[in-house]
């Protein structure tokens, strides 16, 4: 593979008013990205002229560039080369500090390389040599969620709890309108997907049966999303609908996919990271959990339910796990529409703790 190293960034160059910069090393997964941005929102009020450059692998340079927060995006390529080039260019830009958001050894060794003065992250992988400060994760139980993580390492935690939001342009959201020309409104997406696998997903015929409900009783248009890798997935739940449902899966990007969502009154979601992009888009999101910790990787929207019927809660679960499976299969469509029903109607507006919401509209 050829070394490249690109700069991504949807806003105009930063201001030359800035009087430091700030390198943060993202994390790699779009359900953690998402949950990372409460700490970066908060940080950037309380440190308005700081140049903020996020470095993340290609996949999620398009969600970066849609957050106010971040000045510049930087790509990171899977390979040798390109992490010795990135390192010497984060040299050139003298950081003065340097977030290392993931847990991995290698998230830490190209600020290492540039010889970043401040270099802060979690702890253990091996990698602590290579940073000169490490906070540890918050213990309390009431910063159990791992959005407190990256706050803790931000230095943001006793600052109120944002919920995550992207800034969506009028082109943007203009373009996603025009692809659901036709459909009926309200609209309310369905995301069956979970790149997790069979352990975080509700069945593919749940899927369809609610939104055959859903059609009926609320006269909306269905809008099914997914990744590429769920196309078939997407295109048996689309066609177990009928009409009045539209498959995009596998052909958006994601600023797309978050503007198509943005369109919509409602997401239905299995824990996965559409159900947390969902929540940055600013859309009432319904979760449909398994037996992972909602308490701790919940999404962190303004308004949020959680349908989950598992005594037992886990973040370290087989992909194929049985018990995670049959815990799913006994949420029923039935009750989903009615918390899809009671979260459209359940009002709006922001809120101060957006975990305490969550454990406020919980159902078990």
């Given at each position: 593979?050829?070394?490249s190293?690109?700069?991504?960034?949807?806003?105009?160059?930063?201001?030359?008013s800035?009087s430091?910069?700030?390198?943060?090393a993202?994390?790699?997964?779009l359900?953690?990205?998402?949950?990372s941005?409460?700490?970066l929102?908060?940080?950037?009020?309380?440190?308005?002229?700081?140049?903020l450059v996020?470095?993340v692998?290609?996949?999620?340079?398009?969600l970066?560039?849609?957050?106010?927060?971040?000045?510049?995006?930087?790509?990171?390529?899977?390979?040798?080369?390109?992490?010795?080039?990135?390192a010497?260019?984060?040299?050139?830009?003298?950081?003065?500090?340097?977030?290392?958001l993931?847990?991995?050894?290698r998230?830490?060794?190209?600020?290492?390389?540039?010889?970043?003065?401040?270099?802060?992250?979690l702890?253990?992988?091996?990698?602590?040599?290579?940073?000169?400060?490490?906070?540890?994760?918050?213990?309390?139980p009431?910063?159990?969620?791992?959005?407190?993580?990256?706050r803790?390492?931000?230095?943001?935690t006793?600052l109120?709890?944002?919920?995550?939001?992207?800034?969506?342009?009028?082109?943007?959201?203009?373009?996603?309108?025009q692809?659901l020309?036709?459909l009926?409104?309200?609209r309310?997406?369905?995301?069956?997907?979970?790149?997790?696998?069979?352990?975080?997903?509700?069945?593919?015929e749940y899927?369809?049966?609610?939104?055959?409900?859903?059609?009926?009783?609320l006269?909306?248009?269905?809008v099914?999303l997914?990744s590429?890798s769920?196309r078939?997935l997407?295109?048996?739940?689309?066609?177990?609908?009928?009409?009045?449902?539209?498959?995009?899966a596998?052909?958006?990007?994601?600023?797309?996919?978050a503007?198509?969502l943005?369109?919509?009154?409602?997401?239905?979601?299995?824990?996965?990271?559409?159900?947390h992009?969902?929540?940055?888009?600013?859309?009432?999101?319904?979760?449909?959990f398994?037996?992972t910790?909602p308490q701790?990787?919940?999404?962190?929207?303004?308004?949020?339910?959680?349908?989950?019927?598992?005594v037992?809660?886990?973040?370290d679960?087989?992909r194929?796990?049985?018990e995670?499976?049959?815990?799913?299969?006994?949420?029923?469509?039935e009750?989903?529409?009615a918390?899809?029903?009671?979260?459209?109607?359940g009002?709006?507006?922001?809120?101060?703790?957006?975990?305490?919401?969550?454990?406020k509209?919980?159902?078990?």
């Amino acid at each position: 593979m050829p070394v490249s190293l690109e700069s991504v960034s949807a806003k105009p160059p930063p201001s030359s008013s800035r009087s430091e910069a700030v390198l943060v090393a993202g994390v790699n997964w779009l359900g953690d990205s998402v949950m990372s941005m409460p700490a970066l929102q908060a940080y950037r009020r309380i440190h308005p002229q700081t140049r903020l450059v996020m470095l993340v692998k290609p996949p999620l340079a398009g969600l970066w560039s849609l957050h106010q927060a971040i000045d510049e995006v930087w790509t990171l390529p899977d390979n040798l080369g390109g992490m010795l080039l990135t390192a010497r260019r984060a040299a050139s830009e003298r950081f003065r500090c340097a977030f290392v958001l993931p847990h991995s050894f290698r998230s830490a060794l190209a600020p290492f390389l540039a010889r970043i003065p401040d270099r802060v992250g979690l702890p253990g992988h091996g990698r602590d040599w290579m940073l000169t400060r490490i906070e540890q994760p918050p213990c309390r139980p009431a910063l159990e969620h791992q959005c407190h993580e990256y706050r803790a390492l931000f230095g943001v935690t006793d600052l109120p709890l944002e919920t995550p939001r992207l800034n969506l342009s009028g082109q943007l959201s203009d373009a996603a309108l025009q692809r659901l020309n036709g459909l009926e409104s309200p609209r309310v997406a369905l995301l069956p997907g979970a790149a997790y696998g069979p352990a975080k997903r509700w069945p593919a015929e749940y899927f369809i049966t609610l939104g055959g409900m859903l059609k009926s009783a609320l006269h909306c248009g269905i809008v099914v999303l997914g990744s590429g890798s769920e196309r078939d997935l997407c295109a048996r739940v689309t066609a177990g609908i009928g009409s009045g449902a539209v498959d995009f899966a596998g052909r958006t990007t994601l600023p797309e996919f978050a503007a198509l969502l943005a369109h919509c009154a409602l997401v239905v979601a299995n824990d996965s990271g559409g159900m947390h992009l969902a929540t940055a888009a600013g859309v009432p999101v319904l979760a449909i959990f398994g037996i992972t910790d909602p308490q701790k990787t919940g999404p962190l929207g303004e308004r949020v339910r959680i349908l989950q019927d598992s005594v037992r809660r886990s973040r370290d679960i087989e992909r194929n796990s049985e018990e995670a499976v049959l815990a799913l299969r006994r949420i029923k469509p039935e009750q989903a529409l009615a918390a899809a029903r009671a979260l459209l109607h359940g009002g709006g507006g922001m809120v101060q703790d957006p975990v305490e919401q969550r454990k406020k509209y919980r159902d078990k």
